[in-house]
């Protein structure tokens, strides 16, 4: 095949691919942060049993749920994107919407938090990292107040 022929069906592969990623439907930005906020859930439910003494504090254990926090907390903000307050199956208030700034600044006090709470992981920090998951739990409350359906 001649390299011209070769680099343009490469660059129109690439512009559909492009295109593809670039327009997913309303549903998908709802799967994407009902999946980012699940997984939350899940790596943040077992600190909240640590944190009341039920279960032991493990070092390893709290850095590595930590780790995936940090990271988790970033993500389901992209799927709360224009235009998908109505799709799929969805408790996000239209609020959300409406009251951008509010919702921003909840959400970045939120992975502030988690921040903190990873930093206490990597000490060792048993005490401070027992207080600081009731920090976190009231940084997601207090987006769940104003933000999520019931
Ligand atoms: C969790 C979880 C939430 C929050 C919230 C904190 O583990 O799934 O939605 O903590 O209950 O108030």
Known sequence: MKSLTRIAIT???LGLATTALA????EAYVKERQSALSLMGWY???LGAVAKGEKPFNKDEA???TTFLVQLTK????GFAAGTDKAGNTKARPEIWAKQDDFKKKADAMQAEVAKLAQYASAGDEANFKKQVGAVGGSCKACHDDYRAK
């Open 63 to 65: 850095v590595r749920a």
């Open 44 to 46: 943040f439910g077992p």
């Open 11 to 13: 660059a129109g592969l």
């Open 23 to 26: 327009q997913p439907k309303p």
């Open 75 to 78: 993500m389901p903000w992209e």
